[in-house]
């Protein structure tokens, strides 16, 4: 080993640490002889005997043996299988103090990616639930046979080894009711379950989506081939043990790949789609829309988008990375004009069938990258007052932050579910613009993400 690297820990050595703080995949962080090391379920102020089981140049990773001491936040994770799915990481912490982790990891990222005046920076509590549990509207299990039992459930944690979950603590009851059913369906039945070694069978994932207003279902079967054998009696079982079932759906993936929708979509039975509620605004959710997950926590999202906003009613709005339009139409009757893009030409298909229902006819939504739309629109002589961006955990891409420069929005309001990205964003953007506060929301109760809403105005 070199002598400027300061990592003195061997494999499997064991060693005593006390937990400072929680990392951002909600790992306890403590520093052995100057060495980070990230243990998985330690949480901050324990002091514990951990076995290291990784070692990288800068870090290494450590599993617990021993805790000498507990921290008060410490509780008994409910769900029985928490330990080897890997869905949630904070199942072993108190509720509020989860909150509190959560506004500590976003600090954190700001610390290690900006040269921003932390303390000067509003960085308000984090807006949680009142029920934490049973949230999820939508489940996608993977399916497999096991003497001839079909599981389903998550491949458990850094391994391809399935989990099978009967009752996952954090998926709207429902969902869990619908996949349990349509499990037992095609056991009865005998439908094929695909198998990833051999490549043979049918069934790769059972989808079940629930409209949590409207109390509709969907029940989605991924498969290896369109044909799917006892189509019309695995129909009419579902339809018979599950009658709140409006829709279901077939899609087609013959690739051999983690990704889990293919391209092709077919309607089996009922609508294409289910409906659902947001506040005053309904949406029709097709198999591959995306949705935010926890439709409660999304409204007061939403409002404090709506907040952050401030519109009188002159303001021309841009909805970067617009979806199915939730955001843009939110923001719709105190904005003069709203325009949203997305890559998705089925979501901006949905975008404008909702603004028609809601009768809103301020509104454009086109296809295509925010960073090739927004400066041809420019260009034309439209400048948008507000720019709303809610991007994937990748964040924002490199030329929409200097086109946002270029244009100079007197707003930007920025939706983040990855704190680092974030960070790294704000620090670009912090030479023109200032933030005005950070406002975390809890939208995943029992796992380490958080998203925020960041009010940015121009200096």
């Not at 021993?66 to 199942?91: A, F, N, T």
């Not at 901006?348 to 028609?356: E, H």
Request: proline share 5%.
């Amino acid at each position: 080993m070199r002598k400027d690297q300061t990592v003195i820990i061997e494999p499997n050595q064991t060693f005593p640490l006390t937990i400072k703080r929680l990392g951002i995949n909600g790992e306890g962080v403590g520093y052995f002889k100057r060495t980070v090391v990230f243990v998985p379920g330690a949480l901050p102020g324990e002091e514990v005997v951990v076995e290291a089981t990784k070692i990288h140049p800068k870090f290494a990773e450590a599993k617990i043996k021993k805790i000498r001491k507990k921290s008060e936040h410490r509780v008994q994770p409910l769900c029985p299988v928490y330990d080897q799915c890997g869905g949630c990481q904070l199942q072993h912490l108190a509720y509020p103090q989860q909150l509190k982790e959560k506004r500590d990891i976003i600090i954190q990222s700001l610390e290690r990616h900006t040269k921003l005046p932390i303390d000067q920076i509003n960085i308000r509590e984090t807006i949680g639930m009142e029920d934490p549990w049973g949230y999820r509207n939508k489940n996608q299990f993977q399916v497999k046979q096991k003497d001839g039992k079909v599981l389903a459930g998550l491949y458990g944690l850094n391994s391809h080894q399935l989990i099978n979950i009967e009752n996952c603590a954090v998926q709207h009851p429902k969902t869990n009711e619908a996949t349990a059913k349509v499990k037992q369906i095609l056991e009865e039945l005998k439908i094929p379950i695909y198998n990833e070694k051999t490549r043979n069978g049918i069934v790769r994932t059972i989808v079940t989506r629930v409209g949590v207003q409207t109390g509709e279902l969907q029940v989605v079967l991924i498969t290896n081939q369109k044909e799917l054998p006892k189509q019309d009696q695995f129909i009419e079982a579902v339809q018979k043990r599950l009658p709140q079932v409006q829709s279901i759906v077939q899609n087609v993936n013959e690739q051999k790949t983690s990704l889990i929708f293919g391209e092709e979509t077919y309607g089996l039975a009922g609508e294409d789609f289910i409906q659902e509620t947001l506040g005053d605004l309904q949406f029709e959710l097709s198999a591959r829309t995306f949705f935010q997950l926890n439709p409660q926590q999304t409204i007061k999202l939403y409002n404090e988008v709506k907040k952050a906003a401030a519109l009188t009613g002159k303001e021309k709005v841009v909805d970067a990375y617009c979806g199915v339009g939730t955001i843009g139409l939110w923001l719709a009757d105190q904005a003069a004009e709203v325009r949203g893009m997305d890559i998705i030409a089925e979501s901006i298909d949905d975008a404008k069938k909702s603004a028609k229902r809601h009768g809103f006819t301020h509104t454009k939504y086109v296809p295509g990258k925010a960073e090739e739309v927004l400066p041809k629109w420019v260009k034309k002589g439209w400048h948008p007052d507000v720019v709303v961006v809610d991007p994937p955990r990748t964040g924002l891409d490199g030329q929409l932050l200097q086109t946002i420069l270029q244009v100079k929005p007197s707003k930007i309001i920025y939706v983040s579910c990855n704190p680092s990205t974030l960070a790294k964003d704000l620090d670009i953007l912090s030479k023109s613009y200032q933030v005005e506060y950070i406002q975390p929301v809890d939208m995943f109760p029992q796992t380490s993400h958080v998203e925020a809403v960041v009010s940015i105005k121009l200096k």
